[in-house]
């Protein structure tokens, strides 16, 4: 009963953020610019790649909390139809989880739907064609994580969400312009990692580690997370374009790390 209940505590909260997160991003109201004597004037590719960079970091924001509030869903749905097949589940949790299931399956399926419209806008749109082959693939790969989920493999569903945000993340390096939204929207991303307490304290126990040292933190430079308490990392990628140099940092069990000129703007658990 207790997993059945944590289960539906977080799909509630999963189906509420695939529903309305993306949405309240795309009515966010863009803060005035304060008056100045000699306004800078916008060209149309410049407006068009301007709101493309916002957009795919909006998405990529979404994709990786998304991913982060799926992980413990996804254990808690597959333990239950374990148990169910064990015939260990009683008759109404076996029911509360299959509406858990298609919640989740709903939830992935909107979020799809905003990663089809943003890869549609690089194909469609001129200004937007030469940085195609970065983000080509997040609408197939959002499919595989659907299919997935519809085949009952919740937990592999995340990997193909993983590399969205992986292709999601080298677009916007690729992308002309100043950073999109600062560090503000992986930091609230980073935030969520308090929720799943269970899960996180299983994998790195806290009693395990210095004191001394920090955990990885958006704006961390690469020295110190190297320092931090991930130490260094198990695989490394590192791509260079005119913009400056995106790295991303494996951790085995821990999760992944991507920096973007030195220093960390995203964390993914």
Do not use: C, H
Request: hydrophobic share 40%.
């Amino acid at each position: 009963m207790k997993t059945i209940l944590f289960a539906s505590l977080f799909v509630f909260s999963l189906s509420i953020f695939a529903i309305t997160g993306e949405a309240q991003k795309r009515r966010k109201p863009t803060p005035k610019a304060t008056p100045k004597p000699t306004p800078v004037r916008t060209t149309p590719t410049n407006a068009v790649v301007s709101a493309a960079k916002q957009e795919v970091s909006n998405q990529l924001y979404n994709v990786n909390v998304f991913v982060e509030r799926l992980g413990p869903i996804a254990v808690a749905i597959e333990k239950a139809d374990r148990d169910n097949a064990a015939r260990r589940l009683s008759r109404d949790d076996a029911a509360a989880n299959e509406t858990n299931k298609q919640k989740v399956i709903a939830a992935i399926r909107v979020l799809r739907g905003a990663l089809v419209n943003l890869e549609s806008d690089f194909r469609t749109k001129p200004q937007l064609s030469s940085y195609l082959s970065k983000i080509q693939g997040i609408s197939t790969l959002s499919a595989d994580a659907e299919d997935s989920a519809i085949a009952g493999k919740f937990v592999a569903a995340k990997d193909p969400l993983r590399e969205v945000a992986l292709k999601l993340n080298d677009t916007l390096a690729v992308l002309p312009g100043p950073a999109v939204g600062g560090s503000a929207a992986p930091t609230r991303a980073a935030s969520t990692t308090t929720v799943p307490t269970r899960t996180v304290s299983n994998t790195v126990p806290s009693t395990s580690i210095s004191s001394s040292k920090r955990d990885p933190a958006v704006g961390m430079t690469t020295a110190e997370v190297s320092s931090s308490t991930w130490g260094a990392p198990t695989n490394k990628r590192t791509s260079t374009t005119a913009n400056g140099a995106t790295e991303v940092w494996t951790y085995t069990g821990k999760g992944t790390i991507y920096f973007f000129n030195g220093k960390v703007t995203q964390i993914l658990r």
